[in-house]
């Protein structure tokens, strides 16, 4: 029987300074498996040498694939890409930036051959901002209340993934693609492997303070309906208490008169009420305009070039 093909997929943004780096400190360990392998960069309208180098690697080493965007789509769409253009056995997702040790790779594989559809590589937060990882934990903290999936803090796109599970990753064709939710989602038998944080050497992250708050709220909103639902208990429980304290107010003017201050409680009502209000609408708009996004049926990327194809099968997702 053939040796079983892995595909390793690799979004890279940018990364001038570390794809060659990257591929050969990678090639070194595939060297060491008992498997086939290919490399599918994915490059995400890098505006840099990334692009060119990549096509370098691949000209000399046929395992080397790339997909090349018109623009930057974002990781989540990068990603996405890599699953459709995997031919492999199994695949695993790893940034180019060196933060997701290459070692690892071989601990993943054990994972995939003692059975597990998702073996995830999950980090410490060493060497973090103190305020970065108080939030973090804060957030998942909390989302892991909010939302109907598990998501784990430090887990992130670093993992091992079976072709089952990329299968059922692939059927899912959503406009807001938010990757952890939906690996979680899909379930099967999953195995943690856990590394320590590594920092970044070169280039720099593309996480902005921004992009992390938007992708935060990604988390929250794209799981599910409850912070929908939220909004109508906050409504309910706010409406109930306003009605018992008209029905006192009215009660003690009936006994005592109307005495005239009363602004401070009216104020206060009033914007009490708004605030909640303008919350509520809020959460509302992210789902309408979800709902929005999803009915256009976009594709999640554009391909400039690529010397790899998609998987027949999955050419109706776009
Ligand atoms: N990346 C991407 N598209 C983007 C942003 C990032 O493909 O719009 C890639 C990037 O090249 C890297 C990986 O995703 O390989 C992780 O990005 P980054 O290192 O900026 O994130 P961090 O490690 O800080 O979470
Ligand atoms: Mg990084």
């Known amino acids: 029987m053939d040796k079983p093909l892995l595909s390793v997929i690799v979004p890279s943004y940018n990364e001038e300074q570390n794809v060659e780096a990257f591929y050969f400190a990678l090639r070194d360990v595939l060297a060491t498996t008992h498997y086939?392998?290919?490399?599918?960069?994915?490059?995400?309208?890098?505006?840099?040498?990334?692009?060119?180098?990549?096509?370098?690697?691949s000209t000399w080493h046929s395992s080397v694939k790339y997909v090349s965007f018109t623009r930057n789509f974002g990781k989540e769409a990068a990603i996405l890409a890599g699953f459709q253009h995997a031919k492999g056995?199994?695949?695993?997702?790893i940034d180019a930036d060196l933060q997701h040790p290459v070692e690892l790779i071989g601990e993943l594989l054990q994972g995939y051959e003692e059975g597990y559809d998702q073996v995830i590589a999950c980090r410490d937060r060493k060497g973090e901002s103190l305020v970065r990882s108080a939030v973090s934990r804060l957030y998942y903290k909390l989302i892991n209340r909010v939302v109907d999936?598990?998501?784990?803090?430090?887990?992130?796109?670093?993992?091992?993934?079976s072709r089952r599970a990329m299968d059922a990753l692939l059927v899912m064709s959503e406009g807001n693609r938010f990757s952890k939710g939906l690996f979680s989602w899909i379930g099967f038998e999953q195995k943690t492997v856990h590394y320590e944080n590594v920092s970044r050497k070169n280039g720099d992250s593309k996480w902005s303070a921004s992009k992390l708050i938007n992708y935060g709220i990604d988390g929250i909103i794209s799981f599910n309906m409850k912070p929908l639902r939220l909004c109508l208990y906050a409504g309910g429980f706010i409406l109930t208490i306003a009605m018992l304290y008209i029905f006192i107010m009215f009660i003690q003017i009936l006994r005592t008169g109307v005495d005239v201050p009363g602004y401070f409680t009216m104020i206060s009502a009033?914007?009490?009420?708004?605030?909640?209000?303008?919350?509520?609408?809020?959460?509302?708009?992210?789902y309408i305009g979800r709902i929005y996004n999803e009915t256009k049926r976009r594709p999640h990327y554009l391909v400039k070039e690529t010397n790899s194809s998609r998987e027949k099968h999955y050419e109706?997702?776009?």
Do not use: K, M, Y
């Not at 086939?36 to 990549?54: A, C, N, Q």
């Not at 999936?149 to 993934?161: K, P, Q, S």
């Not at 914007?271 to 708009?285: W, Y």
């Open 149 to 161: 999936v598990t998501l784990e803090n430090g887990a992130g796109d670093f993992r091992l993934l």
């Open 270 to 286: 009033v914007l009490f009420l708004g605030g909640i209000q303008l919350v509520s609408l809020g959460i509302i708009g992210e």
């Open 89 to 93: 056995d199994c695949a695993v997702i």
């Open 316 to 318: 109706h997702v776009q």
């Open 36 to 57: 086939r392998w290919e490399v599918i960069f994915v490059d995400d309208g890098s505006s840099d040498e990334t692009l060119p180098l990549i096509q370098r690697l």
